[in-house]
């Protein structure tokens, strides 16, 4: 460990501390002796919401493309420049809203290959800052090349490269708020317990809670007898917490040499305010990263990356969000206060001043028998944790210019070194609680007696579990192509091999792919377009025979606006539509090696086959063999427009793809006879075989529009994702069809129907017989589809699209509003087709669970004609808590995600000073949500609450 911590600080030191120091001592000397070897440093491109007529360029697999010449299935953001109007804190915030076809997934399809820099990496471990462009390749042909784990596409990142300029430092600052939206609300002691008695009459039982009780939690008069805790009050909880950041960028070079450096830091804060959380809760990240580009000679030249991340999240020893859901109000006090011990209890008071965790000098720990620990117990006394992990990636690649040899040929080279580690450093302390024995003395409460639970012990020492670590090498070689003939015919060609391997703690196979490629393009003239992209893949997960395939796609262009009957247009500027189609193979959803294997286990006598005393020895048949397994297939089509109209007022770009994966792997047992599986003794020959397929179909689009009024600059950009999903092909034996799978969306939810509450007796002797347990006037009542008289899991029906994979209908508008050097930003995002279930405990209360405010509304005789929740019991409700439309509600919902005022000071304020530039910024984000569930969406149980995000934040170039 050592070593590599003295090799890490080695590398870091060369990538980002000499590069710096002589690029900057180049260019000094280049300005003294040779100003015109500094070039101007060229505008960059601005921000789109999709590829637009201003990118220059667009990275692809392996390459960059020019945008006229880009093939659709493939939207690309500059984040570098829309950094500077829209300050973010996450490299996917928001991408949804910005790039068509993204939804937080590709085209419905989840497990998408994010590459940085063309290799594998954590999304997670790059800040926004370090990024140039983002780049989501959708179709088959844009992903082809990346082989099998590209199959479900391909997000790549582009990170930030020094130029030809003098050395700029760009500083960044930010600071902020996060302030909750909602906490869950839940009952007080005193109308729990009202409301628990009611549910013991409706189960027949005598009430556990006298009034007087009840009347003695009501009065509040003393929390510590009587308590009614609340988890999410100011007593323990923070109205904020607070985000820092800061930034700073270096880059510059010459044209021999370019460097780029980015060094972060940030800390997030928590909102729990009491006890070891005050300074042990929360988390910190520092980054640093360098990128060199040196031109050795004409024919040679190199670049050096590398990058080094490490993150302390800090906590306690406890699930303070988990309690604060389940744990009942009443069960206990958390703090016993020492003054209100009799003055003549020698023994209670001895007990409480010999304690090791007196708390704000006056206090006790609370609990009992049934919570010997605790929540607050533990953050007060239980000691600490962190949790620490540390990346450390490297790459470097070699570029070998062959045009000597032919011209237009060049050659690439990449390798690169990941290691990531984490684990957990804690420190656990035991405590004692105590529970006070009460007596009232003419109207005053006092404690008359301590019953300690638990010991008082701090170890001292540090525990570290959790320990992993992530090596990921990858390798890519290829030769490149180029060439135009006779001015018009442009050429292009790559022959490529790229594999990585990544290796995780505790996994026994690595993750690997590897592939050839090959591409091939040509366009005439700019106008008529072909490209051939393919690849050969490779999986050890099949048989011997099947591990090699071969990935065909082909995409064609043609662009319309240079055609004579619209060259001329005042309308259209720009018109280009395309076409692709290809067939990849891959192992992405086969879950583990071997499965075209049969195998036996051992049975080491479990059972007697006679009364003979003897035990039975079995080697037992668990799976059968196919010698015939091969890859799924993704197969697809699609089609592409994008133009501009009106002298670039308007452009646009839109995608149609119908896609299917045939071929998933799966066991079908209803495919074969019943007599090759049996549950006892366990035995079946039922093998893993290509059946199930899979459709998925859709649009994206994208449309910006910009125009100057008056003084102002309007921009208004609007995205848009939909899709489809259907299972086309399933191995199933229902009884129903309406049962079947097939024919259905892939997130299909399934549950009962509803048909409102039983409302008596009678109306229960003359329904359906319920096969979910005994059922009472208040319970829900399910209609039974397939008549046969019982309800049961053969009358669940197909309700509505979960949207698993982002939701059916994205969509995303931003406006920019440009006056002088005021800049306005804002941006919004809407969601619509996808339902969800209210299953969580917030909603589903039975038994000794904690009470909601939703059971205010529960159903009783009194209140049937307006009750919208069942009857409450204290037994097991499996008849009313399963998955049925009466708990179904619409996750449609559109979001103010953003709003963003920034004020560029004029340049000539600050002549020829040591700062260049300055802006100063003010943002929110998750301002607002419209949505017919609003409270539900915006509602976490069980976890910290969602929070609107306020930032000041300032940027400075030096």
């Given at each position: 460990?050592?070593?590599?911590?003295?090799?890490?600080?080695?590398?870091?030191?060369?990538?980002?501390?000499?590069?710096?120091?002589?690029?900057?001592?180049?260019?000094?000397?280049?300005?003294?002796?040779?100003?015109?070897?500094?070039?101007?440093?060229?505008?960059?491109?601005?921000?789109?919401?999709?590829?637009?007529?201003?990118?220059?360029?667009?990275?692809?697999?392996?390459?960059?493309?020019?945008?006229?010449?880009?093939?659709?299935?493939?939207?690309?953001?500059?984040?570098?420049?829309?950094?500077?109007?829209?300050?973010?804190?996450?490299?996917?915030?928001?991408?949804?809203?910005?790039?068509?076809?993204?939804?937080?997934?590709?085209?419905?399809?989840?497990?998408?290959?994010?590459?940085?820099?063309?290799?594998?990496?954590?999304?997670?471990?790059?800040?926004?800052?370090?990024?140039?462009?983002?780049?989501?390749?959708?179709?088959?042909?844009?992903?082809?090349?990346?082989?099998?784990?590209?199959?479900?596409?391909?997000?790549?990142?582009?990170?930030?490269?020094?130029?030809?300029?003098?050395?700029?430092?760009?500083?960044?600052?930010?600071?902020?708020?996060?302030?909750?939206?909602?906490?869950?609300?839940?009952?007080?002691?005193?109308?729990?317990?009202?409301?628990?008695?009611?549910?013991?009459?409706?189960?027949?039982?005598?009430?556990?809670?006298?009034?007087?009780?009840?009347?003695?939690?009501?009065?509040?008069?003393?929390?510590?007898?009587?308590?009614?805790?609340?988890?999410?009050?100011?007593?323990?909880?923070?109205?904020?917490?607070?985000?820092?950041?800061?930034?700073?960028?270096?880059?510059?070079?010459?044209?021999?040499?370019?460097?780029?450096?980015?060094?972060?830091?940030?800390?997030?804060?928590?909102?729990?305010?009491?006890?070891?959380?005050?300074?042990?809760?929360?988390?910190?990240?520092?980054?640093?990263?360098?990128?060199?580009?040196?031109?050795?000679?004409?024919?040679?030249?190199?670049?050096?990356?590398?990058?080094?991340?490490?993150?302390?999240?800090?906590?306690?020893?406890?699930?303070?969000?988990?309690?604060?859901?389940?744990?009942?109000?009443?069960?206990?006090?958390?703090?016993?206060?020492?003054?209100?011990?009799?003055?003549?209890?020698?023994?209670?008071?001895?007990?409480?001043?010999?304690?090791?965790?007196?708390?704000?000098?006056?206090?006790?720990?609370?609990?009992?028998?049934?919570?010997?620990?605790?929540?607050?117990?533990?953050?007060?006394?239980?000691?600490?944790?962190?949790?620490?992990?540390?990346?450390?990636?490297?790459?470097?690649?070699?570029?070998?210019?062959?045009?000597?040899?032919?011209?237009?040929?060049?050659?690439?080279?990449?390798?690169?070194?990941?290691?990531?580690?984490?684990?957990?450093?804690?420190?656990?302390?035991?405590?004692?609680?105590?529970?006070?024995?009460?007596?009232?003395?003419?109207?005053?409460?006092?404690?008359?007696?301590?019953?300690?639970?638990?010991?008082?012990?701090?170890?001292?020492?540090?525990?570290?579990?959790?320990?992993?670590?992530?090596?990921?090498?990858?390798?890519?070689?290829?030769?490149?192509?180029?060439?135009?003939?006779?001015?018009?015919?442009?050429?292009?060609?790559?022959?490529?091999?790229?594999?990585?391997?990544?290796?995780?703690?505790?996994?026994?196979?690595?993750?690997?792919?590897?592939?050839?490629?090959?591409?091939?393009?040509?366009?005439?003239?700019?106008?008529?377009?072909?490209?051939?992209?393919?690849?050969?893949?490779?999986?050890?997960?099949?048989?011997?025979?099947?591990?090699?395939?071969?990935?065909?796609?082909?995409?064609?262009?043609?662009?319309?606006?240079?055609?004579?009957?619209?060259?001329?247009?005042?309308?259209?500027?720009?018109?280009?539509?395309?076409?692709?189609?290809?067939?990849?193979?891959?192992?992405?959803?086969?879950?583990?090696?071997?499965?075209?294997?049969?195998?036996?286990?051992?049975?080491?006598?479990?059972?007697?086959?006679?009364?003979?005393g003897g035990l039975v020895h079995t080697f037992d048949r668990r799976r059968g063999d196919n010698p015939n397994l091969k890859f799924p297939q993704r197969r697809e089509i699609n089609l592409g427009l994008e133009g501009s109209l009106y002298k670039n007022l308007i452009n646009f770009t839109a995608s149609a793809f119908f896609s299917q994966m045939r071929g998933n792997v799966v066991q079908p047992g209803v495919l074969y006879p019943s007599y090759l599986t049996t549950g006892f003794p366990v035995y079946s020959d039922i093998p893993y075989v290509n059946y199930d397929n899979d459709q998925r179909r859709g649009f994206d689009f994208g449309i910006r529009m910009n125009k100057r009024i008056g003084e102002v600059d309007w921009t208004l950009g609007v995205t848009g994702t939909y899709y489809d999903t259907k299972a086309t092909k399933r191995a199933e034996s229902y009884q129903f069809d309406y049962l079947n799978r097939t024919g259905k969306p892939l997130d299909a939810l399934w549950g009962l129907q509803s048909m409102g509450?039983?409302?008596?007796?009678?109306?229960?002797?003359?329904?359906?017989?319920?096969?979910?347990?005994?059922?009472?006037?208040?319970?829900?009542?399910?209609?039974?589809?397939?008549?046969?008289?019982?309800?049961?899991?053969?009358?669940?029906?197909?309700?509505?699209?979960?949207?698993?994979?982002?939701?059916?209908?994205?969509?995303?508008?931003?406006?920019?509003?440009?006056?002088?050097?005021?800049?306005?930003?804002?941006?919004?995002?809407?969601?619509?087709?996808?339902?969800?279930?209210?299953?969580?405990?917030?909603?589903?209360?039975?038994?000794?669970?904690?009470?909601?405010?939703?059971?205010?509304?529960?159903?009783?005789?009194?209140?049937?004609?307006?009750?919208?929740?069942?009857?409450?019991?204290?037994?097991?409700?499996?008849?009313?808590?399963?998955?049925?439309?009466?708990?179904?509600?619409?996750?449609?919902?559109?979001?103010?995600?953003?709003?963003?005022?920034?004020?560029?000071?004029?340049?000539?304020?600050?002549?020829?000073?040591?700062?260049?530039?300055?802006?100063?910024?003010?943002?929110?984000?998750?301002?607002?949500?419209?949505?017919?569930?609003?409270?539900?969406?915006?509602?976490?149980?069980?976890?910290?609450?969602?929070?609107?995000?306020?930032?000041?934040?300032?940027?400075?170039?030096?």
């Amino acid at each position: 460990m050592k070593q590599i911590k003295i090799i890490s600080a080695l590398c870091l030191a060369v990538a980002f501390l000499l590069p710096a120091a002589g690029s900057a001592q180049t260019n000094r000397q280049i300005r003294k002796n040779n100003k015109s070897d500094i070039k101007k440093e060229e505008s960059l491109p601005e921000d789109t919401v999709f590829v637009m007529p201003q990118v220059d360029s667009v990275q692809v697999a392996f390459r960059k493309v020019a945008k006229r010449d880009l093939l659709g299935d493939v939207s690309a953001l500059n984040l570098s420049q829309l950094l500077e109007k829209n300050y973010t804190t996450s490299t996917l915030e928001n991408l949804d809203a910005l790039l068509s076809g993204f939804n937080g997934n590709i085209w419905g399809m989840g497990g998408y290959l994010v590459l940085v820099d063309g290799i594998p990496r954590d999304i997670n471990n790059i800040m926004p800052t370090e990024i140039d462009q983002i780049s989501v390749l959708k179709g088959v042909n844009a992903v082809a090349l990346y082989g099998s784990r590209a199959a479900k596409g391909v997000l790549y990142i582009t990170t930030k490269r020094g130029g030809n300029y003098e050395q700029k430092v760009n500083v960044r600052a930010n600071t902020g708020l996060n302030v909750p939206k909602s906490y869950p609300q839940f009952l007080g002691s005193a109308e729990y317990m009202t409301l628990y008695n009611e549910a013991r009459r409706n189960d027949g039982l005598p009430d556990l809670y006298s009034q007087q009780t009840i009347y003695n939690y009501a009065s509040g008069t003393n929390p510590y007898r009587y308590p009614n805790v609340d988890y999410y009050s100011s007593d323990y909880l923070r109205n904020s917490y607070g985000r820092n950041d800061l930034t700073a960028e270096i880059s510059g070079g010459n044209n021999r040499t370019r460097y780029y450096t980015n060094l972060g830091y940030w800390s997030v804060g928590s909102l729990l305010n009491f006890g070891e959380a005050v300074k042990n809760s929360g988390a910190n990240r520092f980054n640093i990263r360098g990128n060199i580009d040196v031109k050795l000679n004409k024919i040679i030249s190199l670049n050096v990356d590398a990058t080094a991340s490490f993150y302390t999240g800090k906590g306690v020893n406890t699930d303070y969000w988990g309690s604060a859901a389940t744990v009942r109000p009443y069960r206990f006090a958390p703090l016993i206060p020492i003054s209100m011990i009799e003055p003549g209890d020698a023994a209670s008071l001895a007990q409480a001043n010999n304690s090791n965790n007196i708390i704000n000098g006056g206090y006790l720990l609370g609990g009992s028998q049934l919570d010997q620990t605790n929540s607050f117990a533990s953050i007060y006394a239980g000691g600490y944790n962190r949790n620490v992990s540390r990346q450390f990636q490297f790459n470097t690649g070699i570029n070998f210019d062959l045009s000597s040899l032919m011209q237009g040929l060049s050659f690439k080279t990449m390798l690169a070194v990941d290691y990531s580690s984490a684990f957990n450093q804690s420190y656990n302390n035991t405590y004692s609680v105590y529970e006070a024995a009460w007596n009232n003395y003419a109207g005053v409460d006092q404690i008359s007696g301590l019953t300690k639970y638990g010991i008082d012990a701090r170890s001292g020492v540090q525990n570290v579990s959790g320990s992993a670590y992530r090596q990921t090498i990858s390798f890519s070689g290829q030769f490149n192509y180029a060439r135009t003939f006779k001015q018009k015919h442009n050429v292009t060609g790559s022959l490529l091999g790229y594999g990585f391997n990544i290796s995780e703690s505790a996994v026994y196979h690595a993750t690997n792919n590897a592939n050839l490629g090959l591409q091939l393009g040509y366009n005439y003239d700019h106008r008529y377009y072909a490209d051939f992209s393919g690849a050969y893949v490779y999986s050890a997960k099949l048989p011997i025979a099947n591990r090699g395939a071969f990935s065909p796609t082909l995409s064609l262009g043609w662009r319309i606006s240079e055609e004579a009957f619209l060259k001329n247009s005042e309308m259209v500027d720009q018109l280009k539509v395309t076409a692709s189609a290809g067939i990849l193979n891959t192992d992405l959803d086969i879950n583990n090696y071997n499965l075209y294997q049969g195998y036996f286990t051992y049975n080491d006598a479990a059972w007697y086959s006679w009364r003979d005393g003897g035990l039975v020895h079995t080697f037992d048949r668990r799976r059968g063999d196919n010698p015939n397994l091969k890859f799924p297939q993704r197969r697809e089509i699609n089609l592409g427009l994008e133009g501009s109209l009106y002298k670039n007022l308007i452009n646009f770009t839109a995608s149609a793809f119908f896609s299917q994966m045939r071929g998933n792997v799966v066991q079908p047992g209803v495919l074969y006879p019943s007599y090759l599986t049996t549950g006892f003794p366990v035995y079946s020959d039922i093998p893993y075989v290509n059946y199930d397929n899979d459709q998925r179909r859709g649009f994206d689009f994208g449309i910006r529009m910009n125009k100057r009024i008056g003084e102002v600059d309007w921009t208004l950009g609007v995205t848009g994702t939909y899709y489809d999903t259907k299972a086309t092909k399933r191995a199933e034996s229902y009884q129903f069809d309406y049962l079947n799978r097939t024919g259905k969306p892939l997130d299909a939810l399934w549950g009962l129907q509803s048909m409102g509450f039983f409302t008596s007796n009678a109306d229960i002797a003359a329904s359906p017989a319920q096969s979910f347990g005994q059922v009472k006037p208040g319970d829900l009542k399910y209609k039974d589809q397939n008549g046969d008289g019982i309800i049961d899991t053969r009358d669940e029906v197909y309700l509505g699209k979960g949207g698993w994979m982002g939701a059916p209908m994205t969509l995303g508008v931003n406006l920019t509003a440009k006056w002088k050097n005021i800049t306005l930003f804002v941006l919004g995002t809407g969601r619509y087709g996808a339902k969800a279930m209210k299953n969580s405990s917030y909603f589903w209360v039975d038994g000794e669970d904690k009470y909601s405010v939703v059971v205010r509304d529960r159903w009783t005789p009194e209140t049937q004609a307006t009750a919208t929740y069942p009857r409450l019991t204290t037994a097991s409700s499996d008849n009313n808590f399963r998955s049925s439309d009466f708990w179904l509600y619409s996750t449609n919902r559109f979001d103010l995600s953003k709003v963003q005022l920034s004020y560029q000071f004029p340049a000539n304020l600050f002549g020829k000073g040591f700062v260049r530039e300055l802006g100063i910024y003010a943002s929110g984000m998750n301002l607002l949500t419209i949505a017919p569930e609003r409270e539900i969406l915006e509602l976490n149980v069980n976890t910290s609450p969602q929070t609107r995000f306020y930032n000041l934040g300032v940027k400075a170039l030096f």
